[in-house]
């Protein structure tokens, strides 16, 4: 799976897994998603930071978690890089990361993704504010994740 257009494999598994934490995602409004890009196609360049951020142009395709009115959804769509990108929040992943993310679907694969940002294999991007997260209720995603997301003071 080095092609970065069949990056995610088959959908159905990413199907079966968000309708397995279903409970995680109710608290998101309609609209909310999430997106997951392949290292090699995000654009990014090594050692360049905010600046790069505008001026990565990727390529291929981005996996999304989109919430609908009846549950949160996988589907796939082209990545052109991080202007534009039409999700919440972004993990960019390595290969290896993706690798062990997809052989988690059957198991937990939100705590592979976990430990996986905390390794610095997955790196996580935010593209609201945190008061359009809160408002559109990421919360508990945020959590099970281990992301701090309002902090220790509420």
């Known amino acids: 799976m080095n092609d970065t257009a069949d990056r ?3 959908l159905q598994p990413w ?3 968000l ?3 279903a409970e995680l995602f109710t608290g998101m409004l309609p609209g ?3 997106g997951f890009v392949a290292r090699a196609g995000s654009g990014l360049q090594p050692g360049r930071h905010v600046a790069g951020l505008t001026q990565a142009d990727g390529s291929g395709q981005m996996l999304t978690w989109e919430m609908r009115d009846d549950g949160m959804h996988a589907a796939t769509r082209a990545y052109t890089g991080f202007e534009g990108v039409g999700v919440d929040l972004l993990f960019v992943c390595e ?3 993706l690798d062990r993310v997809c052989a988690a679907l059957d198991g937990d694969a939100l705590s ?4 996986l ?3 610095g294999a997955i790196m996580f991007y935010v593209m609201r504010t945190k008061y359009e997260l809160q408002d559109a209720g990421y919360e508990d995603f945020l959590d099970t ?3 701090a997301f309002l902090g220790a003071c509420r």
């Open 8 to 10: 995610f494999g088959p």
């Open 15 to 17: 199907q079966a897994m």
């Open 19 to 21: 309708t397995r934490q």
């Open 32 to 34: 909310s998603s999430v």
């Open 95 to 97: 290969d290896v990361a």
């Open 112 to 115: 592979a993704i976990k430990r």
């Open 117 to 119: 940002i905390r390794e």
């Open 145 to 147: 994740l281990g992301l």
